[in-house]
Nanobody
Framework: QVQVVESGGGLVQPGGSLRLSCAAS????????MGWYRQAPGKQRDLVATITSGMGTNYADSVKGRFTISRDNSKNTVYLQLNSLKPEDTAVYYCNAVVRVIGNPLFLSYWGQGTQVTVSS
């Protein structure tokens, strides 16, 4: 009923930039928090940044000052601007949306399929 699709990953040199996009679609009544998480090989999935419907933001300490999350509520889309990238930022980046489906009073969590970000020279 709800699809979450990321785009924008790729290979970038250290110090470079990327912009990730994530769009939610389907039978959407409303969206609460949207966010980005990442998972490096052999590690758990960790929070990168979240943004509420009121544009309140939260960042992992490791990305503060380098990454910026933003959101377009009219398009059900969230963005992540990644600047000053480091090799340790290499991971699969997953988008999450907390969505109330039309006709359902509950908010449920939906995940995208992930997009690979590789930082290497």
């Amino acid at each position: 009923q709800v699809q979450v699709v990321e785009s924008g990953g790729g290979l970038v040199q250290p110090g470079g930039s990327l912009r990730l996009s994530c769009a939610a679609s389907g039978s959407i009544g409303s969206i609460n928090t949207m966010g980005w998480y990442r998972q490096a090989p052999g590690k758990q999935r960790d929070l990168v940044a979240t943004i509420t419907s009121g544009m309140g933001t939260n960042y992992a300490d490791s990305v503060k000052g380098r990454f910026t999350i933003s959101r377009d509520n009219s398009k059900n889309t969230v963005y992540l601007q990644l600047n000053s990238l480091k090799p340790e930022d290499t991971a699969v980046y997953y988008c999450n949306a907390v969505v109330r489906v039309i006709g359902n009073p509950l908010f449920l969590s939906y995940w995208g399929q992930g997009t690979q970000v590789t930082v290497s020279s």
